[in-house]
């Protein structure tokens, strides 16, 4: 078994050497050394003790980076449980996914920040847009959440595409941002497909316009098909639960690392339209290299939320969901306890190796840094485990 850790240890130092060093790559840098130093000690390490046995345990800090695929469980299952309990009980939703032609891939890799925003902005606008024009909607606000994916079914290949969930409906308003009423949609309809495509197609050539990349793309690729999907996700919950493990790292997981040697990387995907994972064995720098263009631009957003589910809005959620139990008839049934309440797994306590007890921190050891203040590429302390995976 291997991980993105262990493979990074052993194969990014000779890909860094070989990237060109500039402005756009320092982020690229600053983020594959961090996940290279992850549990090793050299970001420090905690020092764990059993209550029951009184045995010593001891572990390499974890880096907390975004990209990682070691850390990030506590934040996932916290943005999980928020998100879940956010949804609207009773309301159907859709998981509607905005991607872009092959042609314009090289663009928005060399130029993320921008491209990314311009994605975000264009098909936002489009869902609103249409939104607004559909019979079953006008008069009334979406809220949805997006999230950006910068990977495929395979990980080492670059595919940007933006995943919304959105309810299946839309609150009518007051002046002062108060909910009065719910507009719900048909069950297998949110809107008209071909409408949301040549919508989210001009309002992208604008975006990439106004943050002069248009002129970097053919013409000929505003001649092509732009896909965007539209699925009926039911109650939205095992689309949260699809999202959440992604949220806090990207393109891999641990697990479908099976073996890093030398020379090469082995790891799992599953092919488009299929339900059968396949194995695949990749030369190192190709691995690294494809792990690499995943790599988000510094503090950027990948994780949206629009209309009444927006941080500024002035809808109130207790209140819209009131109004939505009432206009479904979900609120008798909620009131009598035989409402579906799927339960959120849990991620297991750390636990001692001798006993099985839940162990407690007892404190932490701080890196070692050189004169000038900068991380030492030390060997692990006496107790350091060189790798402790908890994914």
């Not at 939104?131 to 979406?142: N, P």
């Not at 248009?214 to 013409?219: L, N, V």
């Amino acid at each position: 078994m291997g991980s993105l850790s262990a493979a990074l240890r052993q194969h990014a130092p000779a890909f860094l050497r070989q990237l060109p060093r500039s402005k756009q790559n320092v982020n690229v840098r600053q983020t594959l050394t961090t996940l290279m130093r992850c549990r090793t000690g050299e970001l420090g390490n905690v020092h764990y003790g059993c209550k029951r046995c009184g045995r010593e345990h001891w572990a390499g800090r974890s880096c907390g980076n975004r990209h990682c695929a070691t850390c990030g469980h506590d934040k996932t299952q916290r943005w999980l449980e928020k998100q879940s309990a956010r949804l609207l009980t009773g309301v159907h939703h859709f998981l509607v996914t905005f991607t872009v032609p092959k042609e314009l891939r090289d663009v928005l890799r060399t130029n993320q920040r921008a491209g990314y925003e311009a994605l975000f902005r264009a098909s936002s606008r489009a869902l609103v847009e249409v939104a607004a024009a559909t019979r079953a909607l006008k008069g009334s606000q979406l809220g949805f959440l997006g999230v950006l994916h910068t990977w495929g079914r395979d990980p080492l290949v670059y595919h940007p595409h933006v995943h919304y969930l959105v309810p299946g409906g839309g609150a009518v308003l007051d002046k002062h941002g108060r909910p009065i009423a719910w507009k719900a949609t048909p069950a297998n309809f949110l809107v008209h497909h071909g409408t949301l495509i040549k919508r989210y197609k001009k309002f992208l050539a604008e975006e990439l316009r106004a943050a002069g990349l248009f002129e970097q793309i053919p013409r000929s690729v505003w001649h092509k098909k732009f896909v965007v999907d539209i699925a009926a996700v039911d109650d939205g919950r095992s689309t949260v639960a699809y999202l959440a493990p992604y949220i806090h790292r990207v393109a891999i997981s641990n697990h479908r690392i099976k073996n890093v040697d030398a020379t090469s990387v082995t790891y799992q995907y599953k092919p488009t339209k299929s339900k059968s994972l396949k194995t695949r064995t990749v030369d190192a720098d190709a691995f690294v290299r494809g792990f690499a263009q995943h790599v988000l631009p510094k503090q950027f957003r990948k994780v949206r939320y629009s209309g009444w589910m927006a941080s500024n809005s002035r809808t109130r959620l207790e209140e819209l969901r009131m109004i939505v139990w009432f206009s479904v008839g979900w609120v008798y049934w909620l009131a009598s306890g035989h409402a579906p309440i799927r339960p959120i797994p849990k991620f297991p306590a750390l636990r001692c190796a001798g006993c099985g007890e839940a162990l407690k921190v007892l404190g932490f050891t701080p890196p070692e840094r050189d004169e000038s203040g900068c991380l030492q590429r030390a060997a692990l302390t006496e107790h350091a485990r060189a790798y402790l995976d908890s994914g």
